[in-house]
């Protein structure tokens, strides 16, 4: 028999069960939709429409999962309660592929890292390094310069931070010499900016909570690049810097929900005697060097000639200076703010983003005095969007 | 559309659920359900409805035509009727499921070239071929009635509650609550609550210690240190434990909500003592399906002592046929059936004289083995990992990234540990053995439906938060 007191129990499983599941139902399909999550920094899905196709092949019910799941009630709360349970409650020291590395600095997961042997690395290599001749004769045929260089990640330069049970890959780790001793034997100009770090190793050259370097490690690698065209670089006290008060966002603190607290900032830097220039981002005017950051507004590495793009060019309509082919990623464009100063006319690709033509074509049309690749050494062996010269097939990458 | 994800448990249920209680009438409920059902199903794919569909229509076809000529006196032809029915119903799932390994098996040993027909398997097809064979043959063995209406055997094999994953349930045991059910608040209650229970196993453990074994799993052999293939290989048998039951317990809480009993599904099997047990507490339902109608129409054991083991090796081959068209399957199940053979005509009854810790460990290093040989991909790499687990290679003992796995996932190890033994019930026996007075126990109920809260809320992070993990018996 049911006492009166187990019906009140029961009654109240229930109304929780099902006063939960309808509220956060309910309330995530009468709110309108969000179109994108500043935490977690992506676009979130839209209302699906229904296709015929897609209701056969069922794509159309995974299509509603992730609308329903991306537009939840109260999205971030649950995002961020569940990234704290797990690293604060639980104490776990990796999430979503960021490692908690010694005193708290962020690293990324390598762990599902495929080795590569020495005889596919001496294959990959060789590949690589075909690519390089093809790039340095049409450098070469109207008298450029090509320098390639080379820098560490986060992951790789501050290996030893890895808490136990993670690592760098060693495959990885063997390969940069490798690499620089075949650009050596291949007669390309090189910058191995690893062995520049290294000299500054107590210096904070890297963000903790983002996977990019901070303004110090940007003007190291700035000064290795112009200093191996044989041009003299700006130096600090050739700059105004200035640290911004907004909120930093690190990549690597976002990608698990900002558990961490933010409290770095971020520098950009301008020269103390102002250059004249012009500006051209993806085929339009566009001034200004770094994403607009009013006061309130946070600020993400991001913000650096802002952000990724196809193709920048900046003119300074000096003749007598040089101009430069600048090909780089994200890492790029903390250079690139810096770079510009020191030529006639620059142009900086991305080639994950820029389709009209291949690097090959780009050179024979511009035909740049100097021209550079920035490569990170867990891309090396990369022959695929900043990695490849030959083709047109950008390819995103996961990292900024 | 899996019960762990968020249309599941925030639009469909409770739509469901609200239509359901406010139609009045059997009638109107059984629509309801069915409705509810199609949609439910339909998630995956309208192709897959249509399978489905399929399925149902032969069954009940046959089912109408074994007992028409069963009433007519006509016993040959209910038989046949019969026969046509299994043939059917085995076609369909060799078609969606067996074809490829069939031709690619052909290929390899018969140095044929057949192409490899890659047909998309409808989710569930094993647990509903299977439920409409039950039909087919308790309506034969007259166990149980025909439904003259189809949606009847619709509602049977189609309910939402069971068709993606089980629990298999036997048409005899069933088709009394298609027309009589006890609907009630604490039917809903105590459904609500194992749901959770059901819930919290697959986001919070089984999800972890998936991570865990997957990452091991997927590191060369050769770097696995004999700690870490021990770590990965226990993961996942942590792992499809809380996955399925977790499931189960959804699927069972599900179905009392609207008031079904379905059967249990698991009952412990991590205590078992020997192999045997495992499997008596081990997905009970398709253990009770094969004995039903495969064993005991072989011949059980009522048989000599060799068409006895013909009948278990039969079985168990099928059993792991079941699970999945690859040779590594029948291996997996044959393995069992070959440590069940030993079990029953080897060792006997002097198992019995073997200190039952002893017994214990046994029987546990026996079902890893097994979840090794299951989880691997290809035979070679069941044995490379079993390798690794033994020592083989000079490998080392234990290694950072073993240390690490420990570490980060000592609470759901830990936790699953406790879960997969039978503490809760024991400290339910001692609550009720215990003399308290109404004030304890409303602090314990109050302090039960704050645990559930919990669970719920903690589940909900993870779901919303981590990428949809579908549960692992989906693919059978």
């Given at each position: 028999?049911?006492?009166?007191?187990?019906?009140?129990?029961?009654?109240?499983?229930?109304?929780?069960?099902?006063?939960?599941?309808?509220?956060?139902?309910?309330?995530?399909?009468?709110?309108?939709?969000?179109?994108?999550?500043?935490?977690?920094?992506?676009?979130?899905?839209?209302?699906?429409?229904?296709?015929?196709?897609?209701?056969?092949?069922?794509?159309?019910?995974?299509?509603?999962?992730?609308?329903?799941?991306?537009?939840?009630?109260?999205?971030?709360?649950?995002?961020?309660?569940?990234?704290?349970?797990?690293?604060?409650?639980?104490?776990?020291?990796?999430?979503?592929?960021?490692?908690?590395?010694?005193?708290?600095?962020?690293?990324?997961?390598?762990?599902?890292?495929?080795?590569?042997?020495?005889?596919?690395?001496?294959?990959?290599?060789?590949?690589?390094?075909?690519?390089?001749?093809?790039?340095?004769?049409?450098?070469?045929?109207?008298?450029?310069?090509?320098?390639?260089?080379?820098?560490?990640?986060?992951?790789?330069?501050?290996?030893?931070?890895?808490?136990?049970?993670?690592?760098?890959?060693?495959?990885?780790?063997?390969?940069?010499?490798?690499?620089?001793?075949?650009?050596?034997?291949?007669?390309?100009?090189?910058?191995?900016?690893?062995?520049?770090?290294?000299?500054?190793?107590?210096?904070?050259?890297?963000?903790?909570?983002?996977?990019?370097?901070?303004?110090?490690?940007?003007?190291?690698?700035?000064?290795?690049?112009?200093?191996?065209?044989?041009?003299?670089?700006?130096?600090?006290?050739?700059?105004?810097?200035?640290?911004?008060?907004?909120?930093?966002?690190?990549?690597?603190n976002r990608k698990i929900a900002m558990?961490?607290?933010?409290?770095?900032?971020?520098?950009?830097?301008?020269?103390?005697?102002?250059?004249?220039?012009?500006?051209?981002?993806?085929?339009?005017?566009?001034?200004?060097?770094?994403?607009?950051?009013?006061?309130?507004?946070?600020?993400?590495?991001?913000?650096?000639?802002?952000?990724?793009?196809?193709?920048?060019?900046?003119?300074?309509?000096?003749?007598?200076?040089?101009?430069?082919?600048?090909?780089?990623?994200?890492?790029?464009?903390?250079?690139?703010?810096?770079?510009?100063?020191?030529?006639?006319?620059?142009?900086?690709?991305?080639?994950r983003h820029y389709t009209a033509m291949?690097?090959?074509?780009?050179?024979?049309?511009?035909?740049?005095?100097?021209?550079?690749?920035?490569?990170?050494?867990?891309?090396?062996?990369?022959?695929?969007?900043?990695?490849?010269?030959?083709?047109?097939?950008?390819?995103?990458?996961?990292?900024? | 559309?899996?019960?762990?994800?968020?249309?599941?448990?925030?639009?469909?249920?409770?739509?469901?659920?609200?239509?359901?209680?406010?139609?009045?009438?059997?009638?109107?409920?059984?629509?309801?359900?069915?409705?509810?059902?199609?949609?439910?199903?339909?998630?995956?794919?309208?192709?897959?409805?249509?399978?489905?569909?399929?399925?149902?229509?032969?069954?009940?076809?046959?089912?109408?035509?074994?007992?028409?000529?069963?009433?007519?006196?006509?016993?040959?032809?209910?038989?046949?009727?019969?026969?046509?029915?299994?043939?059917?119903?085995?076609?369909?799932?060799?078609?969606?499921?067996?074809?490829?390994?069939?031709?690619?098996?052909?290929?390899?040993?018969?140095?044929?070239?057949?192409?490899?027909?890659?047909?998309?398997?409808?989710?569930?097809?094993?647990?509903?071929?299977?439920?409409?064979?039950?039909?087919?043959?308790?309506?034969?063995?007259?166990?149980?009635?025909?439904?003259?209406?189809?949606?009847?055997?619709?509602?049977?094999?189609?309910?939402?509650?069971?068709?993606?994953?089980?629990?298999?349930?036997?048409?005899?045991?069933?088709?009394?609550?298609?027309?009589?059910?006890?609907?009630?608040?604490?039917?809903?209650?105590?459904?609500?609550?194992?749901?959770?229970?059901?819930?919290?196993?697959?986001?919070?453990?089984?999800?972890?210690?998936?991570?865990?074994?997957?990452?091991?799993?997927?590191?060369?052999?050769?770097?696995?240190?004999?700690?870490?293939?021990?770590?990965?290989?226990?993961?996942?048998?942590?792992?499809?434990?809380?996955?399925?039951?977790?499931?189960?317990?959804?699927?069972?809480?599900?179905?009392?909500?609207?008031?079904?009993?379905?059967?249990?599904?698991?009952?412990?099997?991590?205590?078992?003592?020997?192999?045997?047990?495992?499997?008596?507490?081990?997905?009970?339902?398709?253990?009770?399906?094969?004995?039903?109608?495969?064993?005991?129409?072989?011949?059980?054991?009522?048989?000599?002592?060799?068409?006895?083991?013909?009948?278990?090796?039969?079985?168990?081959?099928?059993?792991?046929?079941?699970?999945?068209?690859?040779?590594?399957?029948?291996?997996?199940?044959?393995?069992?059936?070959?440590?069940m053979a030993i079990e029953k005509f080897?060792?006997?009854?002097?198992?019995?004289?073997?200190?039952?810790?002893?017994?214990?460990?046994?029987?546990?290093?026996?079902?890893?083995?097994?979840?090794?040989?299951?989880?691997?991909?290809?035979?070679?790499?069941?044995?490379?990992?079993?390798?690794?687990?033994?020592?083989?290679?000079?490998?080392?003992?234990?290694?950072?990234?073993?240390?690490?796995?420990?570490?980060?996932?000592?609470?759901?190890?830990?936790?699953?540990?406790?879960?997969?033994?039978?503490?809760?019930?024991?400290?339910?026996?001692?609550?009720?053995?215990?003399?308290?007075?109404?004030?304890?126990?409303?602090?314990?109920?109050?302090?039960?439906?704050?645990?559930?809260?919990?669970?719920?809320?903690?589940?909900?992070?993870?779901?919303?938060?981590?990428?949809?993990?579908?549960?692992?018996?989906?693919?059978?």
């Amino acid at each position: 028999m049911v006492t009166v007191s187990e019906r009140w129990e029961q009654a109240l499983y229930v109304a929780i069960f099902f006063g939960i599941a309808v509220a956060l139902g309910v309330g995530g399909l009468v709110r309108s939709d969000r179109a994108s999550s500043s935490l977690e920094q992506r676009t979130l899905a839209q209302r699906p429409t229904v296709a015929w196709v897609d209701l056969v092949t069922g794509e159309f019910g995974r299509n509603v999962e992730t609308y329903l799941s991306d537009q939840f009630l109260g999205r971030d709360t649950w995002v961020r309660s569940y990234a704290q349970l797990s690293l604060r409650g639980l104490g776990k020291v990796d999430m979503n592929g960021v490692v908690i590395g010694k005193g708290g600095i962020l690293l990324g997961d390598m762990s599902s890292h495929q080795p590569l042997t020495d005889a596919e690395i001496g294959a990959e290599l060789e590949a690589t390094m075909a690519q390089f001749d093809r790039l340095k004769a049409a450098v070469t045929s109207y008298g450029g310069t090509l320098l390639v260089v080379g820098h560490p990640t986060k992951n790789s330069f501050l290996r030893a931070d890895y808490p136990a049970g993670f690592a760098f890959p060693d495959d990885l780790a063997r390969i940069a010499p490798l690499y620089f001793a075949a650009l050596k034997q291949h007669g390309v100009a090189s910058v191995d900016v690893a062995a520049v770090f290294e000299k500054h190793r107590d210096e904070k050259l890297y963000y903790d909570t983002d996977h990019h370097w901070t303004f110090t490690g940007a003007h190291l690698a700035y000064s290795s690049m112009l200093e191996g065209l044989g041009i003299k670089p700006l130096a600090l006290d050739e700059l105004v810097l200035t640290t911004l008060p907004n909120k930093f966002v690190g990549s690597f603190n976002r990608k698990i929900a900002m558990t961490f607290p933010q409290t770095e900032k971020i520098t950009i830097a301008s020269p103390r005697v102002p250059i004249p220039y012009t500006r051209v981002q993806d085929g339009k005017v566009s001034h200004d060097l770094f994403k607009a950051h009013p006061a309130k507004a946070s600020v993400a590495y991001g913000i650096y000639d802002q952000g990724d793009r196809g193709e920048i060019v900046i003119d300074t309509n000096r003749p007598k200076l040089p101009s430069l082919l600048f090909v780089g990623d994200s890492f790029g464009n903390a250079i690139e703010t810096l770079a510009w100063t020191g030529f006639d006319e620059s142009r900086y690709l991305d080639l994950r983003h820029y389709t009209a033509m291949s690097l090959l074509d780009y050179v024979a049309k511009y035909k740049p005095d100097d021209v550079v690749i920035l490569v990170r050494d867990e891309r090396y062996l990369y022959r695929n969007g900043n990695g490849l010269f030959t083709g047109s097939a950008p390819s995103v990458d996961s990292e900024e | 559309m899996p019960f762990n994800s968020v249309t599941f448990l925030f639009a469909f249920l409770p739509l469901a659920a609200g239509i359901y209680f406010a139609v009045p009438g059997r009638r109107g409920r059984n629509g309801v359900l069915l409705a509810a059902s199609a949609v439910f199903y339909a998630y995956g794919g309208l192709n897959s409805l249509l399978v489905l569909a399929i399925s149902i229509a032969v069954n009940y076809a046959c089912g109408m035509a074994i007992d028409s000529l069963r009433s007519g006196g006509r016993s040959a032809g209910a038989k046949t009727a019969l026969v046509a029915g299994v043939v059917a119903n085995v076609a369909l799932l060799a078609s969606f499921k067996y074809l490829g390994f069939l031709a690619s098996s052909a290929n390899a040993v018969g140095g044929l070239h057949l192409p490899i027909p890659s047909l998309i398997m409808p989710i569930g097809v094993s647990f509903f071929t299977f439920e409409g064979l039950s039909y087919l043959v308790d309506v034969y063995r007259d166990r149980a009635p025909v439904q003259r209406n189809p949606l009847d055997v619709a509602l049977y094999m189609g309910l939402f509650a069971t068709i993606l994953a089980g629990p298999i349930v036997r048409y005899g045991d069933f088709h009394a609550q298609i027309r009589d059910r006890g609907e009630s608040l604490e039917n809903v209650a105590m459904g609500a609550r194992r749901f959770i229970v059901g819930l919290a196993k697959k986001a919070i453990i089984a999800g972890a210690l998936g991570t865990m074994s997957n990452a091991i799993f997927a590191t060369p052999t050769a770097n696995l240190s004999v700690a870490g293939a021990w770590l990965g290989a226990l993961a996942f048998t942590g792992q499809i434990y809380f996955d399925f039951s977790g499931y189960s317990d959804m699927a069972i809480g599900v179905g009392r909500m609207f008031g079904f009993t379905l059967p249990e599904n698991f009952n412990y099997p991590y205590i078992s003592q020997s192999v045997t047990e495992f499997w008596r507490r081990w997905h009970m339902s398709l253990g009770t399906w094969f004995r039903e109608y495969v064993y005991i129409p072989l011949g059980g054991n009522r048989v000599t002592k060799l068409v006895n083991l013909r009948n278990i090796l039969i079985v168990w081959a099928l059993t792991g046929l079941w699970h999945g068209a690859t040779w590594s399957f029948v291996l997996w199940g044959l393995y069992y059936g070959v440590m069940m053979a030993i079990e029953k005509f080897v060792i006997g009854a002097a198992a019995d004289r073997v200190w039952r810790p002893l017994r214990h460990v046994l029987t546990m290093l026996a079902v890893v083995v097994g979840w090794v040989i299951f989880k691997s991909e290809t035979m070679g790499g069941a044995f490379a990992y079993l390798g690794a687990m033994a020592g083989f290679g000079g490998r080392a003992l234990i290694d950072p990234r073993a240390l690490y796995y420990l570490g980060q996932y000592r609470f759901e190890l830990a936790v699953g540990l406790v879960a997969s033994l039978p503490v809760v019930p024991y400290v339910r026996v001692l609550w009720e053995r215990t003399e308290r007075s109404a004030a304890a126990t409303g602090v314990a109920r109050f302090g039960m439906l704050a645990i559930s809260g919990a669970l719920f809320a903690v589940s909900i992070a993870y779901i919303v938060s981590t990428t949809f993990s579908p549960f692992l018996y989906f693919k059978f």
